[in-house]
């Protein structure tokens, strides 16, 4: 019953930004956790940021913070993470995870959707 689905990824040249979106259907957002995760080949899936349901509290991974944004619209169930001055590190799929808790995600519980791709390259 849970689904989530990304979008917003493609390619960029480094310094650029994207806007990816995670469309949450069969729950409402507002009593889950919505994390980002990334993962390229041959590398570990990495927690990139987290936003909490109950209190709005953020989560930023040191590689991301100062430059990606975290944010929820509950209206439209959807949460987006804004990322700006793009490097080719982040070249990745990115993932959205839901849990109750920004805990429970960055440990490795939650739903996932399928992912979307994000390319950093001239």
């Known amino acids: 019953q849970v689904q989530l689905v990304e979008s917003g990824g493609g390619l960029v040249q480094p310094g650029g930004s994207l806007r990816l979106s995670c469309a949450a259907s069969?729950?409402?957002?507002?009593?889950?956790?919505i994390g980002w995760f990334r993962q390229a080949p041959g590398k570990e899936r990495e927690g990139v940021s987290c936003?909490?349901?109950?209190?709005?509290?953020?989560y930023y991974a040191d590689s991301v913070k100062g430059r990606f944004t975290i944010s929820r619209d509950n209206a439209s169930n959807t949460v987006y993470l804004h990322m700006n001055s793009l490097k080719p590190e982040d070249t990745a799929v990115y993932y959205c995870?839901?849990?109750?808790?920004?805990?429970?995600?960055?440990?490795?519980?939650?739903?996932w959707g399928q992912g979307t791709q994000v390319t950093v390259s001239s």
């Open positions: 069969g729950f409402t957002l507002d009593y889950y956790a």
């Open positions: 936003i909490n349901s109950s209190d709005g509290s953020t």
């Open positions: 995870v839901a849990d109750p808790s920004c805990v429970s995600i960055l440990v490795g519980f939650g739903s």
